[in-house]
C-alpha cells in the first residue's frame, strides 16, 4: 500500500536532529514520497539541500508563502523566479491568501499569488495554495486566473461545501491532513459529501499533527493516522483511500 505525503515541510530545524530516522520511518509505512513546499527566499538552501539529500523520496516545490509577503515581496517573488527558471521543481507552492494574522499586506499577498499562478502557467506545473480566512477571495481570484494549464490542490482544505464545489469545478484537489482527526472539526461532514477522486493525503509537517499526536512534532509518518480517518468518514477501506489519494497525486505532480 502506498501513500504520498502531498505537502510536508520536512527541511525546517525542527527535524535537524532526526530527520533521516523520520523519512525511513515514513518510507518504511509506505510513504515512499514527500512534496516540500517552499516557503521564503531564506528557506530555499535547505529546501534544496534536504530535496538533494534525499532525492529518491522527497520532491522540492518553490513558492513564497502569503505570510512571508511583506515590503520585500517583489525581491522574494524574483528569487521565486530565478529557482523556477531551473526547471527542477514538481510545483509552484506554497502560495496563497492568509488574512488570519493580518490584512496589512493583503495587497501584496494578492498581486504575489496572482503573478504566481501564472508562472505555474508559464511552466505548466502544479500549484499548491494555502488559504487561511481567504474564501471565497482565493476562489475569485483563482477563476480570474484559470488557464488550460492551471491546476493545482488547496492544501489543509477546511472550506464549506460551496468551497469545495466551487474548487471541484475549477478542477482542483482539496488536501486532506490531520484536521480531519480534530473532535471539533467539521471537515469530516463536508469530505463525506466528496468523491475521493478530489482529494489529496498530507500531513503539513512538522504543524497540524493527527489525533493521537496533538500538541507534539507532526511528521510524515503520520499520515496513516490521516488516511484512516478518511476511510472511515468515506465509509471505504484504507487500501482504496491509499490507491485513490496516491493515484491523484501522481496524476497531478508527476511524482
Not at 27 to 52: F, H, Q, R, W, Y
Not at 93 to 102: F, N, T, V
Not at 179 to 196: D, E, G, M, R, W
Request: charged share 25%.
Amino acid at each position: 500500500m502506498r501513500l504520498i505525503d502531498t505537502h510536508a515541510h520536512l527541511y525546517l530545524p525542527d527535524f535537524d536532529a532526526d530527520r533521516s530516522d523520520l523519512i525511513a520511518s515514513a518510507v518504511a509505512k509506505g510513504i515512499d514520497t514527500m512534496l516540500l513546499p517552499n516557503i521564503d527566499k531564506d528557506s530555499i538552501g535547505p529546501l534544496k539541500l534536504v530535496c538533494e539529500q534525499y532525492h529518491e523520496s522527497c520532491k522540492p516545490m518553490m513558492g513564497l508563502h502569503p505570510t512571508s509577503v511583506k515590503e520585500d515581496f517583489e525581491a522574494q517573488l524574483q528569487s521565486v523566479k530565478d529557482e523556477l527558471a531551473k526547471g527542477m521543481y514538481i510545483a509552484v507552492g506554497e502560495i496563497g491568501i492568509d488574512l488570519y494574522w493580518s490584512r496589512d499586506f493583503e495587497e501584496q499577498q494578492i498581486i504575489a499569488f496572482r503573478e504566481q499562478l501564472r508562472l505555474a502557467s508559464q511552466y505548466r506545473i502544479p500549484v499548491a495554495i494555502h488559504t487561511r480566512e481567504a474564501f471565497p477571495l482565493i476562489l475569485d481570484l483563482v477563476e480570474k486566473e484559470k488557464t488550460d494549464d492551471l491546476r493545482g490542490v488547496f492544501h489543509c482544505f477546511t472550506g464549506t461545501s460551496e468551497d469545495a464545489y466551487r474548487i471541484i469545478q475549477l478542477g482542483f484537489y482539496m488536501g486532506i491532513g490531520g484536521v480531519i482527526t480534530y473532535k471539533k472539526s467539521n471537515l469530516p461532514q463536508v469530505v463525506s459529501q466528496i468523491s475521493a477522486d478530489h482529494l489529496l493525503l498530507e500531513t503539513d509537517a512538522p504543524f497540524l499533527p493527527p489525533v493521537p499526536f496533538r500538541g507534539k512534532r507532526n511528521e510524515s509518518a503520520y499520515l496513516i493516522y490521516i488516511a484512516q480517518k478518511l476511510a472511515e468518514v468515506m465509509q471505504t477501506d484504507m487500501e482504496s483511500i491509499a490507491h485513490i489519494t496516491t493515484q491523484n497525486a501522481i496524476r497531478l505532480f508527476n511524482c
